[in-house]
């Protein structure tokens, strides 16, 4: 599966936030997307999900437009940067929603066997994360959007979640976006930068300094 975005256009209240945005993603690689506060990453994946619409996009998949929401059909799973679910949904029920294997969790996270009947709400804010993470991953869903995923996490945690984005990527078309961008700089194949409303093909640390991304001489 290869997904591109080309072409977008996002104005709010007639300020130009994204101008000529292009971005591939492909089965296989994990695709980075970088920028400082308020660039439009957010903005971006809710307009590929289908859950903004901007002024102008081409979204092909496979070569081929698609022209509904790539949220009307079961090939996407989006993680916002927000809470995924509402605070009073249990977990075990999310994990029926997501069609997503609980006793897979539990070996892999022992300590959350006592949480299965517990709502979302009584989770600490990493403990919901790394739920959250690990249901949008295991869905049967081919394409995954994950907006700030190590925002709560603790570094162990990072570390797992890496491992399991690393396998996942096989199988899906993973575009990710985070501040901490040393672990997206160690996972993604492919990284993109925006800046000054466009994205930019970044090779390497280099580029992100010339980008003034981050200060001069950060590696
Ligand atoms: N609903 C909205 N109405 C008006 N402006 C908005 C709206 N949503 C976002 N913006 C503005 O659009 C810009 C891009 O926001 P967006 O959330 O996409 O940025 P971001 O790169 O994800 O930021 P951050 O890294 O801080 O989360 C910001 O200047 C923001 O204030």
């Keep these: 599966m290869k997904l591109e975005i080309d072409n977008v256009?996002?104005?709010?209240?007639?300020?130009?936030?994204?101008?000529?945005?292009?971005?591939?993603?492909?089965?296989?690689?994990?695709?980075?997307l970088l920028g400082s506060n308020g660039c439009?990453?957010?903005?971006?994946?809710?307009i590929i999900f289908g859950s903004l619409k901007p002024k102008n996009k081409l979204i092909k998949i496979n070569n081929n437009p698609f022209l509904k929401r790539l949220y009307t059909s079961k090939k996407?799973?989006?993680?916002?940067?927000?809470?995924?679910?509402?605070?009073?949904?249990?977990?075990r029920q999310?994990?029926?929603?997501?069609?997503?294997?609980?006793?897979?969790?539990?070996?892999?996270?022992p300590e959350f066997k006592k949480h299965s009947e517990v709502r979302f709400?009584?989770?600490?804010?990493?403990?919901?994360?790394?739920?959250?993470i690990f249901l949008v991953m295991n869905s049967y869903s081919e394409i995954i959007l994950l907006d700030e995923p190590f925002t709560h996490l603790s570094p162990l945690y990072i570390e797992i979640i890496t491992d399991l984005l690393q396998k996942e990527k096989h199988q899906k078309t993973i575009i990710l976006t985070d501040h901490l961008y040393r672990h997206v700089l160690d996972l993604a194949d492919n990284l993109y930068l925006i800046k000054d409303r466009h994205s930019h093909l970044i090779k390497g640390p280099t580029d992100l300094e010339k980008y003034n991304y981050i200060a001069a001489n950060s590696f």
């Design 121 to 132: 709400g009584k989770l600490s804010g990493g403990e919901r994360r790394l739920t959250e």
């Design 94 to 109: 999310a994990f029926l929603l997501f069609e997503a294997e609980w006793e897979m969790f539990i070996s892999a996270f």
């Design 76 to 91: 996407i799973k989006y993680l916002p940067q927000h809470p995924l679910f509402p605070k009073d949904l249990k977990i």
């Design 9 to 32: 256009e996002l104005n709010y209240s007639g300020k130009k936030i994204l101008s000529g945005i292009y971005l591939k993603a492909e089965k296989g690689q994990i695709t980075g």
């Design 40 to 46: 439009g990453k957010s903005s971006l994946l809710k």
